[in-house]
C-alpha cells in the first residue's frame, strides 16, 4: 500500500507515510473484509458507511499541513482509521459522528491500539463541536453541498480544512483556507464520498 498507492502516488510527506505504514488499518474493519485491508479502495464497515480509499485518506492528510501543535476537528468518525492518523500527526482530534454504532466500535479499537488524544462526540458533526472551541483544522470524510458556516465559524483565522464539496454522486475535494473575511477554496480532485447528513447538509 505504502509503495504503490501513497509513494507511487503524489504522496511525499514521510511522516505521513510512516505513521501509515505503522498503523493496522485491519483492525477498522470487519472481519471478512481484512485480506483486502491493504487494497487501495473503499470498503464497508456498516451503517451504509465505507472506511476511506488510503490513498484519498493520504491526500486529504497532507493537504491540510499538519503541524504537531495543531488541534484538528473531523466530522464523521466511521472506522476510526482517518482518526488514527491523524492522532498519531497532531496534539488534538476532535470527532464526531452520527451513529452510536459506528462511533462506539471506533472507540474501542482506537483506546485497544493507544491512542489517547482523541475526543469523541455522537451528533450532527455539520453542526460543529458542542460549546465553544476554535479549530486550527478541519477535516469532513462525508460530501456536503457546500461548507457550512456553523464550521467555518469554528475555524481560526489562517485555518485549513479540506472537504469533499457538491452534490450528485462525486464530489470537488477541495482545500480551504479561513482569511480575516471569508475564505479561499482550491480544488485538488474529483472523489467519491458518502454523503453528510444533517441540519447543514444533506436530508436523511
Ligand atoms: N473517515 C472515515 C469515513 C467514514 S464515511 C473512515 O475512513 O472510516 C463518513 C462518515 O460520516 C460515516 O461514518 C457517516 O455515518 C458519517 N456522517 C454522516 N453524516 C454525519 C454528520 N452529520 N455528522 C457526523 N458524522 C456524519
Not at 485480506?35 to 470498503?43: H, I
Not at 493520504?58 to 468518525?77: H, N, S, Y
Not at 478541519?138 to 483565522?157: C, D, N, Q, R, V
Request: charged fraction near 25%.
Amino acid at each position: 500500500m505504502v509503495k504503490l498507492d501513497l509513494r507511487g502516488r503524489d504522496i511525499t510527506d514521510e511522516d505521513i507515510i510512516k505513521v501509515m505504514g505503522e498503523i493496522p488499518r485491519e483492525e477498522f474493519m470487519p472481519l471478512s473484509y481484512h485480506s483486502q485491508a491493504y487494497s487501495d479502495g473503499p470498503l464497508p464497515i456498516g451503517m451504509g458507511q465505507t472506511i476511506s480509499q488510503p490513498y484519498i485518506v493520504a491526500l486529504m492528510t497532507q493537504a491540510l499541513k499538519l503541524r504537531p501543535d495543531c488541534e484538528v476537528l473531523e466530522i464523521g468518525t466511521g472506522s476510526g482509521y482517518q482518526t488514527a492518523v491523524l492522532s498519531r500527526l497532531v496534539k488534538k482530534v476532535y470527532t464526531i459522528e452520527r451513529f452510536n454504532e459506528l462511533s462506539e466500535t471506533a472507540q474501542a479499537v482506537l483506546a485497544r491500539l493507544g491512542f489517547a488524544n482523541i475526543e469523541f462526540f455522537i451528533g450532527d458533526g455539520s453542526r460543529g463541536w458542542p460549546g465553544k472551541m476554535r479549530f486550527d483544522r478541519i477535516i469532513l470524510t462525508a460530501a456536503i453541498p457546500k461548507m457550512p458556516e456553523s464550521l467555518l465559524g469554528e475555524l481560526k483565522a489562517g485555518g485549513l480544512y479540506v472537504a469533499p464539496v457538491g452534490e450528485g454522486g462525486s464530489q470537488r475535494l477541495v482545500l480551504g483556507e479561513k482569511k480575516p473575511v471569508g475564505c479561499t477554496e482550491s480544488f485538488i480532485c474529483d472523489v467519491r464520498f458518502v454523503k453528510l447528513v444533517g441540519q447543514f447538509a444533506y436530508e436523511e
